[in-house]
């Protein structure tokens, strides 16, 4: 993929009055109940977190690139946690943007496919993640991608010596599938991890570094909604392959990685930044209602 130009990006989910800290706890149901409801009438995830033209344009080019070819699945695990300094956060605390984090990996330089690119912890689904799911194909997908994007995660960083146990996620609900250029669909899956503990979201990086597995990951790091926020623009991405159709793409620019957030990655990070956005304007006003 070709990047070319570039611009500040600004979020149409964002505002300029909006709050420097958010009720996460409450953020985090709304956007449990608006992911879950989606699929309420189906057990296959239907809520996506891209505008439907840009989730249009990827399923088009994706069409033109591969036809009929039947596309293995994938699940991404974009977790979420806090680092505030109480430990115990209630429904009534405010946490500042500054202290909520995204999990992101750097790949290894060797791997095949997506070498040397940011990405969220995750991969393709085996068999075992639907050992604990119902016998119905349709109705254990959801649960299958949930497991797979876990066990992903769990193999690809590890447990920080004991600083994470991912078999204690928070699952928030899986997203409906966004194609890769490569015949993959990918799902995002939104989790909560809680708080960090650790000195800072740098040091529980740091932890997980000892525990990665370097084969595939050469970075662990925590990039701050506010980060990500003030860190986000945009370039015009070419595929060099199929239809060269250019595309509008958010990229991010993160402290403690020198390579910039962009492709697939970008644009569900900003899918996701945006439904935070939103919800959190949502609560903000329904707070004044009350």
């Given at each position: 993929?070709?990047i070319?130009?570039g611009?500040?990006f600004t979020?149409?989910?964002m505002?300029?009055?909006m709050?420097s800290?958010?009720?996460?706890l409450?953020?985090l149901s709304r956007?449990?109940r608006?992911?879950s409801?989606?699929s309420?009438s189906?057990?296959?995830?239907?809520?996506q977190?891209?505008?439907t033209?840009?989730?249009?344009?990827?399923?088009t080019?994706?069409?033109l690139h591969?036809?009929?070819?039947?596309?293995q699945?994938?699940a991404v695990?974009?977790?979420?946690?806090?680092t505030?300094?109480?430990?115990?956060v209630?429904?009534?605390?405010?946490?500042?943007?500054s202290?909520i984090?995204?999990l992101?990996?750097l790949r290894?330089?060797?791997?095949?496919t997506?070498?040397?690119q940011v990405?969220f912890?995750g991969?393709?689904l085996?068999?075992?993640?639907?050992?604990?799911s119902?016998?119905?194909?349709?109705?254990?997908l959801?649960?299958a991608?949930?497991?797979?994007?876990i066990?992903?995660?769990?193999?690809?960083?590890?447990s920080?010596q004991g600083?994470v146990d991912?078999?204690?996620l928070?699952?928030?609900?899986a997203?409906?599938?966004?194609?890769?250029?490569?015949?993959?669909n990918?799902?995002?899956?939104l989790?909560?991890?809680?708080r960090?503990?650790?000195k800072?979201?740098?040091d529980?990086?740091g932890?997980?570094a000892?525990?990665?597995q370097i084969?595939?990951?050469?970075?662990?790091f925590?990039?701050s909604v506010?980060?990500l926020r003030?860190?986000r623009?945009?370039?015009?991405l070419?595929?060099r392959n199929?239809?060269?159709?250019p595309?509008e793409g958010?990229?991010?620019?993160?402290p403690?990685?020198d390579?910039q957030?962009w492709g697939?990655?970008g644009?569900l990070?900003?899918?996701?930044?945006?439904v935070?956005?939103e919800?959190?304007m949502?609560?903000?006003e329904?707070?004044?209602?009350?």
């Open positions: 993929v070709d070319k130009g611009k500040k979020s149409s989910g505002s300029s009055g709050k800290s958010v009720r996460l409450p953020l956007i449990q608006l992911v409801s989606s309420s189906s057990s296959v995830p239907n809520y977190v891209l505008p033209s840009t989730s249009l344009a990827f399923r080019t994706s069409n591969f036809g009929l070819k039947e596309r699945k994938a695990n974009v977790c979420i946690f806090h505030h300094v109480h430990t115990h209630s429904e009534t605390s405010d946490i500042p943007w202290d984090h995204v992101l990996t290894a330089a060797n791997i095949s997506h070498s040397n990405s912890p991969g393709k085996e068999a075992s993640d639907y050992s604990s119902s016998s119905s194909s349709s109705s254990s959801t649960l991608l949930c497991n797979a994007a066990r992903e995660t769990r193999e690809e960083v590890g920080g600083l991912w078999s204690s928070q699952v928030l609900g997203c409906d599938y966004v194609p890769a250029i490569t015949p993959v990918v799902y995002p899956v989790t909560y991890g809680g960090l503990e650790s800072s979201a740098a529980a990086a932890r997980l000892k525990t990665m084969e595939e990951v050469e970075q662990v925590f990039a506010e980060e003030e860190g623009g945009s370039r015009r070419t595929t199929g239809t060269k159709m595309i958010p990229t991010f620019d993160v403690g990685c390579v957030v697939l990655t644009f990070l900003d899918g996701v930044l945006r935070f956005e919800e959190a949502k609560l903000e329904t707070h004044k209602t009350t």
